[in-house]
């Protein structure tokens, strides 16, 4: 059953990283998922949050940062290192037939952590300010949704690595959220 899931997984990222070639995405699938392309949003989300709920937000700001921590802890250290998949941009197998559109890395692959980072990121930012925003819970699981699909389709990660890093970043980011909003609730007067 392993080997059947693998060999699926392989087909499907054929299919995106190669059978999904075109030149937009060649252009903007590695900007998406280029860390610094996002560092702006974070920087906003910080400010914005501090400046709107002042002490509650430095909290909240905390509280994301170590979501972050853990999620990425979770992803790149307890899992990867127990896995070890190669990455496809590595597999010498895959090596004539892969379009690798950024640089591979030499890390391993299950689970995506960028995939894991960013749905944490959208959940728990999700949990923090759906009752003021419903909005941000569709917005911010597209754009995590995208970033995880780059991935596939710029040549480090297979389909199995980002929807087990979108599903793990989401349990993440759900638990750390509504944890949050049990301290807010505790602490603060009001609730995001």
């Not at 499907?12 to 030149?23: D, T, V």
């Not at 999620?71 to 892969?98: A, F, G, M, Q, Y």
Request: aromatic share 14%.
């Amino acid at each position: 059953m392993i080997q059947d899931l693998i060999a699926l997984d392989k087909e499907w990222f054929a299919l995106i990283n190669q059978g999904m070639s075109n030149p937009f995405f060649d252009w903007l699938l590695p900007i998406l998922r280029n860390m610094f392309t996002w560092a702006p949003l974070y920087l906003f989300i910080i400010i914005f949050t501090i400046r709107n709920y002042k002490k509650e937000g430095v909290a909240m700001v905390a509280a994301i940062l170590i979501n972050f921590g853990i999620s990425d802890w979770t992803s790149s250290t307890l899992i990867k290192k127990s896995v070890e998949r190669i990455r496809p941009c590595n597999e010498i197998e895959l090596r004539e037939d892969i379009i690798v559109r950024v640089s591979c890395g030499s890390g391993y692959s299950f689970t995506s952590s960028h995939a894991t980072n960013h749905m944490a990121l959208a959940a728990m930012l999700s949990v923090l300010f759906y009752r003021r925003w419903k909005h941000i819970v569709w917005i911010s699981i597209l754009w995590a949704l995208a970033i995880g699909f780059s991935q596939i389709y710029v040549g480090v990660h297979y389909p199995g690595d980002v929807i087990v890093g979108t599903l793990l970043g989401a349990a993440i980011g759900l638990i750390n959220g509504y944890i949050f909003t049990l301290v807010q609730r505790k602490y603060f007067k009001r609730s995001a």
